[in-house]
């Protein structure tokens, strides 16, 4: 079936709709590093992450019929879609979530988008793509950046978070991985069909750890608690998903992509004034090493 035009690409210009949707979804993710880290407090990662996945990818299926997207999978494309599920979403919800143990909020932040860096460096082994000198040097000063925020200016502060920032670079790497592994092997499925199934594999072991291993209780979960629940699965998994569909159909690809760049910056700001995490100048410095590295690298 075809998707109606909310979702159907038209010429590649700049339209205000486009950037609103664009925008609506950096903050939409930006937040959900502030409200993923208060969320740690009552209820654990993995089980937090996986059910809100779960749920999410329940209302973008029902949102897929909604819009008459066809949600059936053909056969041959069920092994591609499982390793890339669990690449994209079960490394990330899962790996990310635990990060957050150790990290706080702003630092998984400015980690998570080192992606671009990771997926360059994988296309140009896996699928032959050039890196030009421009963008090698971008991506070194956006990696020196991810250096000046690992780097803390006491050992025991650095170990202390060294865990979490192992796991955030992993989950980095991992989703880097299945988006060249995409390119290798596309999905020719519609967008938000594609999300639900996507989302709904790769957040179901995440669950199920989470709810033999860790054994949460709902009532544990205090107004807040449940309201970052709320976040997590309506605006993070979903409105933010439909939006940036919106946003590719309305934007060209280099500017929608440019755009998630304030997904840190918001995240950095958010954390600082939800939580009262630190913004001085070295986490400026790093926004502004990773940030404008890898924007130079996406447009070279």
Same mark, same amino acid.
């Given at each position: 079936?075809?998707?109606?035009?909310?979702?159907?690409?038209?010429?590649?210009?700049?339209?205000?709709?486009?950037?609103?949707?664009?925008?609506?979804?950096?903050?939409?993710?930006?937040?959900?590093?502030?409200?993923?880290?208060?969320?740690?407090?009552?209820?654990?990662?993995?089980?937090?992450?996986?059910?809100?996945?779960?749920?999410?990818?329940?209302?973008?299926?029902?949102?897929?019929?909604?819009?008459?997207?066809?949600?059936?999978?053909?056969?041959?494309?069920?092994?591609?879609?499982?390793?890339?599920?669990?690449?994209?979403? +079960?490394?990330?919800?899962?790996?990310?979530?635990?990060?957050?143990?150790?990290?706080?909020?702003?630092?998984?932040?400015?980690?998570?988008?080192?992606?671009?860096?990771?997926?360059?460096?994988?296309?140009?082994?896996?699928?032959?793509?050039?890196?030009?000198?421009?963008?090698?040097?971008?991506?070194?000063?956006?990696? $020196?950046?991810?250096?000046?925020?690992?780097?803390?200016?006491?050992?025991?502060?650095?170990?202390?978070?060294?865990?979490?920032?192992?796991?955030?670079?992993?989950?980095?790497?991992?989703?880097?991985?299945?988006?060249?592994?995409?390119?290798?092997?596309?999905?020719?499925?519609?967008?938000?069909?594609?999300?639900?199934?996507?989302?709904?594999?790769?957040?179901?072991?995440?669950?199920?750890?989470?709810?033999?291993?860790?054994?949460?209780?709902?009532?544990?979960?205090?107004? $807040?608690?449940?309201?970052?629940?709320?976040?997590? +699965?309506?605006?993070?998994?979903?409105?933010?998903?439909?939006?940036?569909?919106?946003?590719?159909?309305?934007?060209?690809?280099?500017?929608?992509?440019?755009?998630?760049?304030?997904?840190?910056?918001?995240?950095? $700001?958010?954390?600082?004034?939800?939580?009262?995490?630190?913004?001085?100048?070295?986490?400026?410095?790093?926004?502004?090493?990773?940030?404008?590295?890898?924007?130079?690298?996406?447009?070279?």
């Amino acid at each position: 079936m075809s998707s109606p035009t909310f979702f159907r690409v038209t010429p590649q210009a700049i339209t205000p709709a486009g950037l609103l949707f664009l925008a609506t979804t950096s903050v939409g993710w930006g937040l959900n590093f502030p409200v993923m880290k208060f969320l740690l407090s009552e209820w654990p990662p993995l089980a937090s992450r996986g059910l809100a996945g779960l749920v999410g990818a329940a209302l973008l299926a029902l949102a897929a019929l909604t819009l008459k997207q066809d949600l059936r999978v053909p056969r041959h494309l069920w092994p591609r879609l499982i390793g890339i599920s669990l690449l994209t979403i +079960t490394c990330w919800v899962s790996l990310m979530g635990l990060a957050l143990v150790w990290l706080p909020a702003s630092q998984a932040a400015v980690i998570a988008i080192s992606v671009p860096i990771w997926v360059s460096l994988m296309a140009w082994k896996v699928l032959g793509e050039r890196i030009s000198l421009l963008r090698g040097l971008a991506l070194a000063v956006a990696l $020196a950046g991810i250096v000046i925020l690992i780097g803390a200016t006491r050992i025991d502060v650095s170990a202390s978070t060294l865990p979490g920032v192992l796991l955030a670079l992993a989950a980095a790497i991992c989703v880097a991985a299945g988006t060249v592994a995409l390119k290798r092997f596309p999905l020719p499925m519609p967008p938000l069909a594609l999300s639900a199934w996507q989302i709904g594999l790769g957040c179901l072991p995440v669950a199920v750890a989470g709810f033999v291993v860790e054994r949460p209780s709902f009532t544990s979960l205090s107004a $807040a608690g449940w309201l970052s629940m709320f976040y997590l +699965t309506v605006i993070q998994f979903c409105v933010a998903y439909v939006c940036w569909f919106a946003a590719l159909a309305r934007l060209p690809a280099s500017t929608a992509s440019i755009g998630t760049l304030m997904v840190p910056v918001i995240g950095v $700001a958010a954390s600082a004034l939800m939580l009262s995490e630190p913004l001085g100048l070295r986490e400026i410095v790093v926004l502004v090493f990773t940030v404008g590295g890898v924007a130079v690298a996406m447009r070279s």
